[in-house]
């Protein structure tokens, strides 16, 4: 069992959606949360082999990816997660588009009933993050 683990990071990811869909929208999360944090907070660890080019920065807390069986269930533990000590960040479908700019105007003139969530990422304390990932399991296969 890992032991540095009083901090996590947590994503949930829709089930429901493509592979490749899941694996752009877990790149944007983490990427969106750990700028958010900084290199501090995330504990990002040197990671090198001497004997080759190898270097890598990973972090010191452990990255657990899980599967919801819709957007609903993302979308009720983003709420829950908004009103405690967990940072979050979400991607909803309207981040999909031919670009930045209109994946960013979609977003805003969405009504909330219109944000099909796709993954959330959240980071926080272990004992924090449990009550909102417990009903979720391992994603264990893409496909």
Known sequence: ???DNSKKMAVVLN??????LLLNAFGHLVLG???DLGPLRCELLDYVNERTPL???ISTYP???LGAKNANQIRSTYEQACGSDVETNVFVTAMLGASATQQMS??????????EFVGLAMFGRSESLHPLTKRFSLLTSLT
């Open 33 to 35: 949360l750990a700028a």
């Open 15 to 20: 089930r429901r959606h493509p592979a490749g």
């Open 63 to 65: 990255v657990i990816v």
């Open 55 to 57: 270097h890598a920065r």
């Open 1 to 3: 069992m890992y032991t």
């Open 106 to 115: 979609q977003t805003a003139e969405a009504e909330p009933d219109e944000l």
